[in-house]
Each structure stands twice: as C-alpha cells, then as structure tokens.
C-alpha cells in the first residue's frame, strides 16, 4: 500500500495539474483589474475544452490517477476558484 504521504502528495499533482490546465483553456484566469488573483474566467468552453484535454491525457497513461479522480480535481478547482476578486470587489464598493 503507498503511504499517506505519497497518496496526498498523488493527490495535490492532479489538484495543480487540473488548475494548469484550466488556466491554460482560459477558464480560471488573473482578475483583468489587478492582474494578482485568479478567478473564475467565466468560460464554459474552457471548462469543456479541459474535461476533453485530461481525458485525452488519461487515455494516453499521463495522468497519475484514474479517469474519475482528474475529473474530480477539475470540478474541485472550479468549485473553489474566487468568483470575483477579492480585492477589486471590495474597491469598487460592491
Ligand atoms: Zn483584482
């Protein structure tokens, strides 16, 4: 059995490949204000053109994990990317 250690550290590598790969598809993106946080670019087609994308990498055996726990870690990142930025919200007295 692999340890914890191993197993959570499998885990983050397909978190941080699930984000690259958003921003890549242009579906989590720099807040165009300031430049300095991500936030949900609002782009559906990103979000499709990545499920397409890591399971294309799935079928190629380049994903170190099943098909479901990627598609997992896609959905995750999306589901916990700031909808609006954190700062700029506040600054325009939203
Ligand atoms: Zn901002």
Redesign the pocket.
């Known amino acids: 059995m692999p340890s914890i250690d191993h197993e959570i550290g499998r885990l983050e590598g397909l978190d941080e490949h699930a984000i690259e790969v958003l921003k890549t598809h242009g579906a989590i993106a720099k807040?165009t204000?300031?430049?300095?946080?991500e936030v949900n670019g609002l782009y559906n087609e990103g979000v499709k053109a990545t499920y397409a994308q890591v399971t294309r990498e799935f079928k190629r055996g380049e994903i170190d994990g099943s098909l479901e726990e990627i598609l997992h870690a896609v959905r995750n990142a999306m589901a916990n990317v700031n909808i609006e930025?954190p700062?700029?919200k506040r600054d325009h007295g939203e």
């Open positions: 807040c204000d300031c430049g300095e946080h930025c700062d700029c």
